[in-house]
T-cell receptor, first 112, second 115 residues
Framework: GENVEQHPSTLSVQEGDSAVIKCTYSDSASNYFPWYKQELGKRPQLIIDIRSNVGEKKDQRIAVTLNKTAKHFSLHITETQPEDSAVYFC???????????FGTGTQLKVEL | NAGVTQTPKFRILKIGQSMTLQCAQDMNHNYMYWYRQDPGMGLKLIYYSVGAGITDKGEVPNGYNVSRSTTEDFPLRLELAAPSQTSVYFC??????????????FGPGTRLTVL
């Protein structure tokens, strides 16, 4: 089955800096890659996603890039703010269904 | 729309007890899922359903059972609770129509402790 690895497990940045979280996947048939943000004690919420026919997608301060050849994708957050502090999860969906395999999460802390 | 709702929010069980975690959605989504989230870990899929009357195992189904008699409800049953089932359980749903199969919407979670 699909295996998703996520790095780093923790990330601390200064307010205004950029943050990058990276994920690799194993199944070359995976075709959908969402990113979820989970605040403490809350439910995961989708913040951005990308499909395998696209190399990059941007939404305001958040962007995701996908390298199908290398089987990795990354989340980029620019101009970080304290409210960006949360756990971020990447996921991959193998082709032919809608089951997601999640990474183990990255705890992002934005310091003032 | 209330979205995806779960009850209870918290529960403490004794080893060997049984319980049902409730999940409901009012978005007319045909796909529903149960995940567990252990501390410091990602979400692991327990069971999922592609429509009423159809369920299938996910990555970690042992010790759990599900049923899907209606589009709206997808309860998760623990028959003989074990400490290893201490976790936060999330229900999610998604819609396969209109090419929007991808986005999964999560409920608020149930925090279960087995002692």
């Amino acid at each position: 089955g699909e295996n998703v690895e996520q790095h780093p497990s923790t990330l601390s940045v200064q307010e205004g800096d950029s943050a990058v979280i990276k994920c690799t996947y194993s199944d070359s048939a995976s075709n959908y890659f969402p990113w979820y943000k989970q605040e403490l004690g809350k439910r995961p919420q989708l913040i951005i996603d990308i499909r395998s026919n696209v190399g990059e997608k941007k939404d305001q301060r958040i962007a995701v890039t996908l390298n199908k050849t290398a089987k990795h994708f990354s989340l980029h957050i620019t101009e970080t703010q304290p409210e960006d502090s949360a756990v971020y999860f990447c996921a991959a969906r193998p082709g032919g269904g809608n089951k997601l395999t999640f990474g183990t999460g990255t705890q992002l802390k934005v310091e003032l | 729309n209330a979205g995806v709702t779960q009850t209870p929010k918290f529960r403490i069980l004794k080893i060997g007890q049984s319980m049902t975690l409730q999940c409901a959605q009012d978005m007319n989504h045909n796909y529903m899922y149960w995940y567990r989230q252990d501390p410091g870990m990602g979400l692991k899929l327990i069971y999922y359903s592609v429509g009423a009357g159809i369920t299938d195992k996910g990555e970690v189904p042992n010790g759990y059972n599900v049923s899907r008699s209606t589009t709206e409800d997808f309860p998760l049953r623990l028959e003989l609770a074990a400490p290893s089932q201490t976790s936060v359980y999330f229900c999610a749903s998604s819609d396969s129509s209109g090419g929007n199969l991808d986005t999964q919407y999560f409920g608020p979670g149930t925090r279960l402790t087995v002692l």
